[in-house]
């Protein structure tokens, strides 16, 4: 199912009061997933060592595991099988990329990063090298995927973590994101930093499924929160895991030596 250009009322959640706010406060947490050195990821000018301090961070934290967050989530979903399906397809796409007929997600970001003239072990780095705030938000998503009530931990990996900036304006049609080759020859990496088009494959694969994945995400937590203690728990955890993010940006600008007043 494509889900860019369907708005709210097409996700086929039966609406009531409860899920109208819990997906409004939701989108007011995914509505601040944006870091102040965010514009000088997408500019360029960064050096080598840059977007590895960068990379490096992002692969660890969350991208190299994130098939085996999901998995967690899934062992404490109860009978409800097409949350289970979800979830077990969401699976199946970052672990081998059989939706997309690409690869692994975690070893297409490894091609991305060879195309821009890394070795891999320039990006996988031990713990002991990355920033603290880095290991403990990556702790802490470990824990809390797995963490009752199921509603709030897959909250937390499918709109929270696999989310962005844009859900809101997605939600509402007004936003669709590239696909395809135009995804491709428009990134940054590619734009600025000489990463060769067909190195870009996580692109091509994300612009395929992450669509659905988007409507999937939403469907399984609004269509599955009965009552407002969990509604509360979905929030209260996308809010940590908003705080421990900015925490975790904030330390990879620190190693990027990025300044918030040059960003300013
Ligand atoms: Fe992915």
Redesign the pocket.
Known sequence: MDFPGRGWHDLGVKSSLLTADLRERLLCVMDQKNHWAYPELTRPGLSRGQLAAHFSHEYAVY?RD?PTLLARALGIVPDVPDVRRSLAENIY??QTGGLSRSGP?PELFMVMMEGLGFAREEIDLPDARLHPAALSYRDWLRESACEKPWQAAVALLTIWV?GSVNERAELEGRFVRPRGEDAVVKHPLVVHYGCPPSAMR?TR??GDV?GSHRGDAWRMVLGHVDDEATARACVETCQQGLARWHRYRDGVAERMGLSRDRAA
């Open positions: 991208v994130f796409e970052e997600h696999e996580l694969a994300h992450e």
